[in-house]
């Protein structure tokens, strides 16, 4: 029983920062990547930041590049997402993912190498 748990969100003014948290459990944390989706209302679900098993590589959207960073401490079964300089578009309800396969999964920013989610985080940027 894999589970994903989100945390952190919430309203803060453009040009601010925000740190989400997501807690995982049901299975071994270190052997697989992890990934930040994030979904506006009427939206297809994107991808933001992915991270592999090791932490030693990392792959960004566009359009949070220099602004939001992706890390993980294995020994607390935690990946976060820092964001800074937030923007009004940057609101959205945000998930974390895990994959089915482990170890290396090629390309990062593929959702549908994401098999296991959490509930979603609502972060509000206001301007």
């Known amino acids: 029983q894999v589970q994903l748990v989100e945390s952190g969100g919430g309203l803060v003014q453009a040009g601010g920062s925000l740190r989400l948290s997501c807690a995982a459990s049901g299975r071994p944390f270190n052997i697989y990547a992890m990934g930040w989706f994030r979904q506006y209302p009427e939206k297809e679900r994107e991808f933001i930041a992915g991270?592999?098993?090791?932490?030693?590589?990392?792959d960004y959207a566009d359009s949070v590049k220099g602004r939001f960073t992706i890390s993980r401490d294995n020994a607390k079964n935690t990946v976060y997402l820092q964001m800074n300089s937030l923007k009004p578009e940057d609101t959205a309800v945000y998930y974390c993912?895990?994959?089915?396969?482990?170890?290396?999964?090629?390309?990062?920013?593929?959702?549908?190498?994401?098999?296991?989610w959490g509930q979603g985080t609502q972060v509000t940027v206001s301007s």
């Open positions: 991270i592999s098993s090791s932490g030693t590589v990392t």
């Open positions: 993912a895990s994959p089915g396969r482990a170890y290396s999964i090629g390309n990062l920013a593929v959702g549908s190498k994401y098999d296991y």
